[in-house]
């Protein structure tokens, strides 16, 4: 009797645009990583539960053909695979109803959901049922999927996605404040504190391989290329090989049969500050809860925290990898790169000199890169040998400079006579200030006299530019200044430690890589046309800039101003 009496109810509910004798049900299920953080969500097996109940219970008016399951997704988007594998099956008449435990499981966004359900169901006449939070049923109840109590839940889905995204985001900058890591995954090299999971330990096996890159790149003069055909040839696992090795399978989509090391992979190595022992977290953000795309924020916005945790390598090391990393460096085909790489410009066009072999013994030499590609510049051309003999002279040299200014700069600082602040500098600096107020002034009368109409528009224009233009250089000199003096105090306080960096090279003979990334920065070569050539070629003069200028500038500056009182 009951039996009969659920079959009648059913006949008298059945749409006539229903062909089938029971409904196709989809069932849909989905958790997002915010929903388990916040625990207040049900699991997927809990939802599932609840609707398998459900389905028992209306055995005669339901079919269940498939169950369609996005799990660690948002709801933010409807850009999830298998909701729009559901889609699509109502579109192909696979399915006419859908089935959900709760509004906010199906969508935490209100256009979505108002679309989908307002229209898109409509349009191909699926029945829409929810069966919590509340009740909804499109065929039973066509006013439920239209009441404002529903209207209201599916505000309140999209406003808890958005409070829930905040609070997440805010605690996730307090920890990159504070120094903590926030990464899913350790960057390779190191791994979880297994007490702490936002400190970092270093793994020994991973971090040998990163040691091993920086030392080819820097050290050895191994390009990129070099370096990923170096470990791929000696069958070292990649970053991803060895993460899933540890039993992380972080893109299990992707399952590479070879070792697979490239370019990308040792730039992130070489670019990350977290090798040397520093915290730098924070370079990107989300556009929005809805939208996943990162935008990269400058680097005053980074979250920076230092000595966080054990280094890999030292800061030492790291800071010469990003120097190599900013040249224009050139490999050639064989991937083979010239000690020079890099560091070689043409004095009179500004282009990079390019490495080129000649000659029966392939000689190596170098050649003004802008005249080999429009003849425009000066054929000019150096050899290595040549080149090697007046860069070790120029090294040489700078050393003997250095240790005479040592020998001065330690006789001021034991006669306990000298200033550690510089007059002079200070003389210039207060010389500057009270400029800017005067042409402050200037400024405003300039465009007193434009409001009157005593000068025309294009006079004021005219001049206001070359007003602002000596504003800004004043500016600009003031900071340098500025910069001057701070390094001028330092010098007493860091006693020259950059001095050991050269007079460690003082018994050296010939140039290498490391002599060169250590001690220069840039190397300029033209011709001497005014000279009588030698043996046919034209005389070259070779400059040497090397590093650390501004802590030269600022010793000589403090012997120069101390000599005074002390000698």
């Known amino acids: 009797m009951a039996r009969n009496k659920a079959q009648s109810i059913y006949k008298s509910n059945k749409s006539a645009d229903n062909d089938f004798e029971k409904y196709q049900v989809g069932v849909y299920l989905r958790l997002s990583k915010e929903d388990a953080l916040s625990g207040v969500s049900a699991s997927i097996s809990t939802q599932g539960n609840i609707i398998e109940t459900f389905l028992k219970d209306n055995p005669l008016e339901f079919e269940l053909v498939k169950t369609y399951v996005d799990d660690g997704l948002t709801g933010v988007t409807d850009d999830r695979h298998d909701f729009q594998s559901m889609i699509e099956d109502c579109r192909t008449k696979k399915i006419n109803c859908i089935i959900v435990k709760d509004g906010s499981r199906f969508a935490r966004n209100y256009t979505d959901c108002e679309y989908y359900v307002e229209e898109f169901f409509k349009i191909h006449k699926i029945r829409f049922i929810c069966l919590d939070s509340p009740r ?119 399952v590479p049969k070879d070792y697979a090391w490239n370019y990308h992979s040792i730039r992130k190595i070489l670019r990350d500050e977290k090798y040397c022992g520093h915290m730098v977290q924070g370079k990107s953000a989300r556009i929005s809860y809805k939208n996943k795309k990162q935008l990269k924020k400058p680097k005053e916005e980074w979250d920076i925290v230092l000595n966080t945790h054990e280094p890999i390598v030292d800061d030492e090391l790291f800071n010469k990898a990003q120097t190599i990393m900013g040249r224009p460096t050139r490999v050639s085909p064989s991937g083979e790169r010239s000690k020079y790489s890099g560091l070689l410009f043409c004095s009179k066009c500004g282009y990079s000199i390019n490495c080129k072999r000649s000659g029966r013994d392939r000689e190596r030499g170098y050649v003004c890169k802008f005249y080999q590609m429009t003849k425009k510049c000066e054929p000019l051309h150096i050899t290595e040998a040549s080149l090697d003999e007046r860069v070790l002279y120029a090294v040489r040299s700078q050393i003997a400079l250095l240790t005479e200014m040592e020998g001065v700069y330690n006789s001021i600082l034991q006669s306990h006579k000298y200033a550690d602040e510089s007059k002079i500098l200070q003389t210039s600096l207060e010389q500057l200030e009270r400029q800017l107020p005067l042409l402050d002034a200037k400024s ?124």
Request: aromatic letters at 12%; charged letters at 30%; one cysteine or more.
């Open 444 to 567: 405003h009368r300039l465009y007193d006299s434009y409001d009157e109409g005593t000068i025309t528009k294009e006079l004021y224009a005219s001049r206001a530019k070359s007003l602002n233009i000596e504003i800004e250089n004043v500016r600009e000199k003031i900071a340098n200044i500025k910069k001057e003096m701070r390094q001028y105090k330092n010098v007493t306080t860091t006693k020259g430690d950059f001095l050991e960096l050269f007079k460690k090279y003082e018994t050296v003979t010939e140039v290498d890589r490391e002599l060169l990334v250590e001690l220069v920065d840039k190397i300029f070569i033209e011709n001497i046309d005014n000279m009588p050539r030698l043996k046919n070629k034209t005389v070259k003069k070779v400059t040497v800039v090397f590093n650390f200028q501004d802590e030269c500038a600022a010793l000589q500056n403090f012997i120069e101003e101390n000599k005074l009182v002390n000698f």
């Open 136 to 254: 909804v049923d499109s065929v039973k109840d066509p006013k439920s999927v239209s009441s404002m109590q529903f209207h209201f839940t599916n505000y309140f889905n999209e406003y808890f996605v958005k409070q829930t995204s905040e609070k997440i985001l805010q605690t996730f900058d307090d920890k990159r404040r504070r120094g903590e890591f926030v990464g899913s995954f350790a960057p390779f090299g190191f791994k979880k504190d297994p007490e702490n999971k936002n400190r970092l330990l270093i793994d020994d096996e991973a971090a040998d391989i990163v040691r091993m890159i920086y030392d080819l790149f820097v050290n050895k003069g191994y390009s990129v290329r070099q370096i990923c055909l170096e470990l791929n040839a000696k069958g070292i696992p990649s970053m991803l090989q060895y993460m899933r090795m540890n039993g992380h399978n972080i893109v299990p989509n992707i």
